[in-house]
């Protein structure tokens, strides 16, 4: 998909020891309550969550993809989990509404939507914005 | 706001109210925007509204219908969904 790719060739260039992952690919959150996610899109910097079959522990970034069916599940429950869980930086990326909503939980930031001809900051990075205008049109299920 | 009157007691409300209103205050933050939210979400809270003085926002989460949240500034005037014609115009009030 088009915006796990612009994801991927940053990281990539950046050489940094961020790797991108997309679904489906099992988070385990927490163990008690067992809570096990499958994010669309994520970003993932410390190797040592990753053993080969899922990442344990909380993803730097989540890009949740919003469906059609239930909607709540990414806006509401998943927020929940994410916060909890310390991910860093959650967007929810809504093709019906055609709205980005960003969470960067560290900076404070809670549901800032934009619409999908913004330019939006990747906030975990310096230097890391996705012109949602370009991709937009592929984002559309 | 509780519609369902069998849900009262002497001791207070068993049962999801219709709509919740939450001030946001410093301390609160986090349990307003994201556990209550969900807590409201799964208990049947049909309205939920997150307004918040420091930012000089609300939240409006319409749980019945989009689950996503609709943001207006202190300027604005938010039309509640529970009710046909009930609006509050933030703009007058003092928060």
């Known amino acids: 998909m088009e915006l796990s790719n612009i994801i991927y060739n940053y990281t990539k260039n950046k050489k940094g020891s961020c790797q991108v992952f997309i679904a489906p690919f099992d988070v385990k959150l927490s163990d008690k309550p067992l809570i096990i996610v499958q994010p669309d899109i994520m970003v993932i910097c410390n190797k040592d969550k990753l053993d080969g079959k899922r990442c344990n522990g909380a993803p730097d970034f989540i890009i949740e993809i919003v469906s059609p069916s239930n909607p709540a599940d990414d806006y509401i429950r998943k927020l929940y989990y994410y916060k909890n869980a310390e991910v860093r930086e959650y967007w929810i990326v809504d093709p019906r509404r055609k709205t980005v909503t960003v969470n960067y939980f560290e900076g404070n930031i809670v549901s800032v939507q934009y619409p999908f001809d913004s330019i939006i900051k990747v906030n975990i990075y310096e230097d890391l914005l996705i012109n949602f205008s370009e991709i937009a049109d592929l984002l559309n299920i | ?95």
């Open chain 2, 1 to 95: 706001m509780i519609c369902d009157k069998s849900k009262l007691d002497e001791h207070g409300c068993k049962g999801a109210p219709d709509w919740i209103i939450e001030i946001v205050s410093p301390g609160s933050r986090a349990m307003d925007y994201y556990t209550k939210l969900s807590l409201y979400r799964e208990s049947g809270v049909r309205e939920y509204w997150i307004v918040d003085p420091m930012k000089q926002t609300s939240l409006v989460y319409d749980m019945e219908q989009a689950a996503a949240p609709v943001i207006y500034s202190f300027s604005d005037t938010i039309k509640e969904n529970i009710y046909d014609n009930l609006e509050i115009n933030f703009s007058k009030l003092q928060l």
